[in-house]
């Protein structure tokens, strides 16, 4: 059973920096992307970065210039170093994978249970 495991969230003032992590495990054959997602009371879940396999990223345009998404060398752990931090990037931030568990399957979305962000004075 595919797991992510989040960890890094907390509270920070307003221009600090977080760095959340993002480990997956349990029988992945092979990952296609990685990537964070927030989600704030009241609002729809919303992409903040992505990474693919062979390194190409994308980023939600609020967050361009202050976030960095990177992956270890396994590239079975994602991060998101967040810099900057403004109270409006406030939300849960949930970690997902595209990945398959064979060499045959389909790929699919893993998603983490999520880590709580809070931008505060």
């Known amino acids: 059973q595919v797991q992510l495991v989040e960890s890094g969230g907390g509270l920070v003032q307003p221009g600090g920096s977080l760095r959340l992590s993002c480990a997956a495990s349990?029988?992945?054959?092979?990952?296609?992307?990685m990537g964070w997602y927030r989600q704030a009371p009241g609002k729809q879940r919303e992409l903040v970065a992505t990474?693919?396999?062979?390194?190409?990223?994308n980023y939600a345009d609020s967050v361009k210039g202050r976030f960095t998404i990177s992956t270890d060398n396994a590239k079975t752990t994602v991060h998101l170093q967040m810099n900057s931090l403004k109270p409006e990037d406030t939300a849960v931030y949930y970690c997902?994978?595209?990945?398959?568990?064979?060499?045959?399957?389909?790929?699919?979305?893993?998603w983490g249970r999520g880590t709580q962000v809070t931008v505060s004075s």
């Open positions: 349990g029988g992945i054959f092979s990952i296609n992307a």
């Open positions: 997902k994978t595209n990945a398959r568990t064979t060499g045959w399957g389909l790929f699919r979305d893993y």
């Open positions: 990474i693919t396999s062979s390194g190409i990223t």
